[in-house]
C-alpha cells in the first residue's frame, strides 16, 4: 500500500526528483504521463507524490505562479542575476535577456555584481540602476555586501542565475559557510568559467529563505532561453515606462517608426542604450517565432 504526501522538489537531476515533504525528503521519478504532456518538473514545484516501499513517483505538479526554462526552475519569488565586470565579462545582453524574460513573468529581478573588489564596475551599476533595478555589488573573496544580500533575499524563494565564472556559488557559500559548493577557476584565455553547477538545488538560508543555485550559461545559451512574443516585448522593460504610449502610431515597434517616444527618449539619455540595443536583438530574435512553436 502506497501513501500519499505533498511537498516541494528541492533537487533534480537526471530524471530524478528530491522532494522535500513535512518530514523528509523522498528522492522520486516522475509518471511518464507527465513527460509526455511536455510537463517535466522543476525544481521549486510543488507536486503530489506516493511513496511506496521507500521509493517516490511524481503524481501531479500543482498549479506554478511561474517557470523558467533556464534557469530550469519554477515558483520563484525573484531573480537574481549575478554579472561581473573583470574574469569573466558580463555582456549586458544576456543580463537584458534573463530580465526582460522575468519581466514578462512579473518577477522582480535584482543585479549582483560581484567581484567588486577586482573592478566595481561603475558603467554597469549605473546603467542598471539608471533603468531601475535594484544592485548590490558583493565580492565572494572578501564578503563585501554578502549581508545586503541576505536582507534582499530573506522570506524569499530566489533563484541565483548568470553567466558561468561570475560567481554564484561562491556567493552562497559566503551566505551559508557549511554548503561547502563546488566552485570553479575562470580560463584566463578564453575569459569564461566552467560549469561547476550541473543541476538545479534549492537550499535554505533558514527564516523562510531559499535560494536556488543554477548551472550558468553563455552567450551561445540563450537561444535555449524562454521565448517572449515580440508584441509584448515592450512590457518586459520596465524602464520604456509610459514611452511607448507617446509614439505617434499605436502599433510602434520602436524600430525604425517615425515620431517613436522610446528611440526619442534613448537618444535624449533617459533610456540606457544597450538596453535599448538588447530591445532591438531580441525583437529581431522574437520576429522569428512562429505562433505554432509555442504550443
Known amino acids: ?71 530550469a526552475v519554477a515558483n520563484v519569488d525573484a531573480l537574481v542575476v549575478f554579472a561581473a565586470n573583470v574574469n569573466p565579462i558580463t555582456e549586458p545582453f544576456l543580463i537584458d535577456r534573463v530580465a526582460a524574460i522575468a519581466g514578462d513573468q512579473g518577477v522582480p529581478v535584482y543585479l549582483c555584481v560581484n567581484k567588486c573588489d577586482l573592478d566595481p564596475a561603475v558603467d554597469l551599476v549605473r546603467i542598471y540602476e539608471h533603468a531601475g533595478f535594484p544592485v548590490i555589488r558583493t565580492s565572494a573573496e572578501t564578503g563585501e555586501g554578502v549581508e545586503q544580500l541576505r536582507q534582499m533575499l530573506r522570506g524569499k524563494l530566489t533563484a541565483f542565475t548568470g553567466n558561468s565564472g561570475v560567481g554564484k556559488s561562491s556567493v552562497l557559500n559566503r551566505l551559508c559557510p557549511q554548503l561547502h559548493l563546488a566552485t570553479g577557476e575562470v580560463s584566463e584565455k578564453l575569459g569564461r568559467g566552467r560549469h561547476t553547477t550541473r543541476h538545479v538545488e534549492l537550499f535554505s538560508l533558514g527564516e523562510d529563505t531559499f535560494v536556488a543555485d543554477t548551472p550558468g550559461f553563455s552567450s551561445f545559451d540563450t537561444d535555449q532561453m524562454d521565448v517572449i512574443l515580440k508584441e509584448n ?52 530574435k522574437a520576429s522569428q517565432v512562429k505562433l505554432w512553436e509555442l504550443k
Open 1 to 71: 500500500m502506497s501513501d500519499r504526501a505533498t511537498g516541494r522538489i528541492v533537487r533534480s537531476i537526471s530524471g530524478f526528483y528530491d522532494v522535500q515533504t513535512q518530514n523528509r525528503v523522498v528522492t522520486c521519478r516522475a509518471r511518464g504521463i507527465l513527460r509526455k504532456e511536455g510537463d517535466s518538473p522543476l525544481t521549486g514545484d510543488l507536486v503530489e507524490i506516493t511513496i511506496e516501499r521507500g521509493k517516490g513517483m511524481v503524481e501531479r505538479i500543482l498549479p506554478r505562479k511561474n517557470r523558467f526554462i533556464r534557469p
Open 233 to 284: 516585448l515592450q512590457y518586459s522593460f520596465p524602464d520604456f515606462g509610459t514611452y511607448p504610449g507617446r509614439c505617434r502610431f499605436d502599433d510602434c515597434t520602436h524600430r525604425q517608426e517615425p515620431d517613436c517616444a522610446v528611440r526619442a527618449a534613448v537618444e535624449a539619455g533617459e533610456i540606457e542604450k544597450t538596453r535599448y540595443e538588447s530591445y532591438l536583438r531580441l525583437y529581431e
